[in-house]
């Protein structure tokens, strides 16, 4: 052994021998330890808000920083509040492709899951009645899997173009399906912000930078009586 070797071996030696039997290599007694654990067991647990939904969601066109899920999560920060903002909005998604998403997206933890689809069924003139049953089904394979998670769901709107049938039996699903699992609905998603062009981007459907500012209000009058009083 090179004699520079063999100086640091005994020093390292002497210095574990030299150190108080009851203290840890690391610095930390017994007593640090338990009051560590104290302070985990305290401290508040994250908890996730799951945002499932379409091109609104995942903020079209924008930078995420400007989309209303992000938006939500700084002031949720701002408030102290424990939760984590997860935005699993995908562009173009009707609730067909959303139901057969939700597996994958939902293998993560889900506190609160905000479901926001529909709006792109509209567009292609599905039959409300099957849009129905597909967003029946995400919410029902969501408490299924997480019997706790609380449920809030986007309501929308149907163009006018597609007749005063469709356009009643669309709109009012939504609150059909409040009713049925005991969820708490935003009325109308793009309240205050649909049709607005200055709001909107030019292809006078996706919110801009301003209109997201808005819908984030919309999602956040009824979002707060489930994370503030809980």
């Given at each position: ?6 100086i ?21 007694t ?20 799951v945002?499932f ?49 939700l ?44 019997p ?5 769901i986007?309501?929308m ?8 049938d ?25 309240e205050n ?8 981007l ?9 209109g ?9 009058n ?5 994370v503030?009083?809980?």
């Amino acid at each position: 052994m090179q004699l520079k070797n063999l100086i640091w071996v005994c020093q390292t030696a002497l210095l574990f021998s030299c150190q108080p039997a009851s203290q840890p290599i690391g610095g930390k007694t017994p007593e640090s330890k338990t009051a560590n654990s104290a302070q985990e067991k305290s401290a508040p647990q994250t908890k996730n808000i799951v945002f499932f939904g379409n091109s609104l969601t995942a903020a079209y066109r924008l930078d995420p920083s400007q989309g209303f899920v992000y938006l939500l999560q700084q002031r949720l920060d701002s408030l102290g509040l424990p939760y984590k903002t997860i935005n699993a909005g995908l562009s173009g998604e009707t609730t067909a492709a959303g139901l057969a998403r939700l597996p994958w997206v939902i293998r993560q933890p889900v506190d609160i899951f905000v479901l926001e689809l529909g709006g792109n069924d509209a567009l292609r003139g599905i039959a409300p009645a099957t849009s129905f049953d597909n967003l029946n089904a995400i919410i029902t394979a969501v408490k299924t899997k997480y019997p706790t998670a609380k449920i809030v769901i986007a309501g929308m709107m149907a163009p006018p173009n597609l007749g005063p049938d469709y356009t009643a039996a669309f709109n009012e699903m939504y609150p059909r399906l409040a009713k049925k699992h005991k969820a708490t609905l935003i009325p109308f998603l793009l309240e205050n912000v649909g049709g607005i062009p200055k709001l909107n981007l030019s292809d006078g459907i996706h919110p801009n930078e301003e209109g997201q500012k808005i819908v984030e209000e919309n999602v956040w009058n009824e979002l707060k009586k489930l994370v503030v009083e809980n």
